[in-house]
C-alpha cells in the first residue's frame, strides 16, 4: 500500500505581508515595517508549524521576491513544500497591512495581474497526498479572484472527504453581501461546502451574507449539516458552536488589541491543532481562541507561539465577563 502522507495540507492563498503603522505614516518618520508569510491560508499554515503539527502547504507562488521569500517562512516553519507550486511566469502577492490606533489592520494588495495563488491545475497535485492527509484546509478568501483554483479546491475537497480526511473551510469573505462578490466566487464555495467537516467564518458578515436573517444565529443555523460542527466567530464578543444539534455561546479572552492581523488564520490553526489532539471540539476552540487572543495583544516581529506558551496565557488571561 502506498504510504500515508499524514500530515495536515492547506490549501490555498499565500502571500508577504508587510506590516506598517498608520501613526508613524502620519508622523513623517523613517517608516519601520516587518514582513510576514501572510494570505489566509498563509497564515494559518505559518501558525500550524508554530504549534508543532506536520503540515503542508499546498498553492503556487512566483519565482520572484516575495515568492522566495514565502518559501524560506514555510522552510523555516517546519513547513513540506512538497506541494508547493512555483511558477517562473506569475506574480506572488505583497500585501500591505496598515495598522490603525486600535490595531485594525487595513489591507493593499499588489501586484493584481497574473496572481500566482489564483493557478492550481490539479494535474500538478499529488492526489495520493490528498487522499492520505490528517487533514485539509482553505479559505473562501483563495477562491474570490478567477482562476483555476476555484475548480480545483471544491475537487480536492471532495477527495478528500470520500477519504475520510477532516476538512476545514473559513467562509473568510470579508463581506455581509454576496452581490459584492463575483458570483463564480460564491458559487465555487457553495460547491465546496458539502465536503466541508469544519466551518468557520465571522457571524455577523459572512454567515449572514449567505443567509440574511434578522438574527445572526439563524444564518449561521442555515449552515447546520449531520457531522458538520460550525464556529462563528463574533471578535470581542465570543464565538458560536453548533456541534451535534447544540448551540453554545463562548466569551473571548480580556486582551488589549494591538494588532488583528491573521487573527482568524490563528484561530484555524488553534483549532485544527487541538482536534489532531485529541481534543473535543469545546476543549479545541477554546485553545483556537487563545491562540488568537495571544495573536492580537501582541505586534512583535518573531513572537513565540509554543503550546506552553499558550497553555500559559490560557492560565493567566480572564475571560470577557459580558461576552
Known amino acids: 500500500m502506498p504510504e500515508k502522507f499524514n500530515k495536515a495540507i492547506v490549501v490555498g492563498d499565500a502571500c508577504m505581508d508587510v506590516h506598517l503603522h498608520i501613526s508613524d505614516i502620519l508622523a513623517d518618520v523613517q517608516i519601520p ?69 486600535e490595531g485594525e489592520r487595513h489591507l493593499w494588495g499588489f501586484p493584481r495581474e497574473d496572481r500566482a495563488y489564483t493557478d492550481l491545475d490539479l494535474e500538478r497535485i499529488d492526489l495520493q497526498k490528498i487522499k492520505t492527509a490528517s487533514w485539509l484546509h482553505t479559505s473562501g478568501m483563495s477562491l474570490l479572484v478567477e482562476g483555476s483554483i476555484r475548480e480545483s479546491v471544491p ?7 470520500e477519504a475520510g480526511v477532516p476538512t476545514s473551510l473559513d467562509l473568510n469573505t470579508r463581506v455581509n453581501d454576496l452581490k459584492l462578490l463575483d458570483p463564480e466566487a460564491v458559487s465555487a464555495i457553495r460547491k465546496t461546502l458539502p465536503y466541508v467537516r469544519y466551518l468557520t467564518g465571522s457571524a455577523k458578515d459572512e454567515f449572514y451574507s449567505f443567509c440574511p436573517c434578522d438574527d445572526w444565529k439563524d444564518s449561521v443555523r442555515h449552515f447546520k449539516e449531520e457531522g458538520r460542527t460550525i464556529i462563528a466567530r463574533m471578535g470581542k464578543e465570543g464565538y458560536m458552536i453548533i456541534s451535534d444539534g447544540e448551540e453554545k455561546i463562548f466569551p473571548s479572552y480580556e486582551v488589549e488589541v ?9 484561530f484555524n490553526a488553534g483549532l485544527i491543532t487541538g482536534i489532531l489532539e485529541g481534543k473535543d471540539i469545546y476543549e479545541a476552540a477554546k485553545f483556537a481562541n487563545a491562540v488568537s487572543g495571544y495573536k492580537i495583544s501582541r505586534d512583535e516581529e518573531e513572537p513565540d507561539y509554543s503550546k506552553e506558551l499558550i497553555e500559559h496565557f490560557m492560565e493567566t488571561t480572564a475571560l470577557r465577563e459580558n461576552s
Do not use: H, W
Not at 503542508?56 to 507550486?85: C, P, V, W
Not at 494591538?258 to 490563528?266: F, P, Q, R
Open 33 to 101: 515595517y516587518r514582513t510576514s508569510l501572510g494570505g489566509t491560508c498563509g497564515g494559518s499554515v505559518a501558525m500550524l508549524g508554530r504549534l508543532g503539527v506536520p503540515t503542508a502547504f499546498l498553492g503556487t507562488i512566483g519565482n520572484d521576491y516575495a515568492g522566495r521569500f514565502i518559501l524560506e517562512q514555510l522552510k523555516k516553519n517546519g513547513i513540506d513544500t512538497s506541494l508547493t507550486i512555483i511558477r517562473d511566469e506569475l506574480n506572488t502577492i505583497m500585501v500591505y497591512a496598515f495598522i490603525d490606533e
Open 155 to 161: 475537487e480536492l475537497f471532495r477527495i478528500a472527504y
Open 258 to 266: 494591538k494588532n488583528t492581523t491573521g487573527a482568524g488564520d490563528c
